[in-house]
């Protein structure tokens, strides 16, 4: 789930409707409300690797394909909408998701 997080640090939120529930959120989006989230997302990972679950080589693997989804969704969004909704939001957090468990069962860990 990091890699929509940094979308939301990093693009602009572009629905005009005044009335959502995330512009707030999505307007206010430092580097005290992203960082939090990035190590949490990581912590597990660390973990795992830690305790012999996965190799490094696997979990960087895994962090570059999960690198590259948020990249690809990111720059269609940029392309298409201009920035990002909750919607697309959700969008890159399930092919991000999808991505890495297809390049964990590439190599044979899920």
Aim: glycine share 10%.
């Amino acid at each position: 789930r990091v890699p929509p997080l940094l979308i939301m640090a990093f693009m602009t939120y572009v629905r005009e409707d005044d009335s959502t529930r995330a512009k707030p959120v999505a307007e206010g989006l430092g580097v005290a409300d992203w960082l939090p989230g990035l190590l949490l997302g990581l912590t597990p990972l660390a973990v795992i690797v830690v305790l012999g679950q996965l190799s490094p080589l696997r979990a960087v693997a895994l962090l570059l394909t999960l690198a590259v989804a948020g990249l690809i969704c990111a720059r269609y969004f940029w392309q298409r909408l201009g920035g990002y909704t909750g919607d697309a939001l959700g969008a890159a957090q399930q092919v991000c998701e999808l991505s890495g468990y297809l390049v964990l069962c590439a190599h044979g860990v899920a």
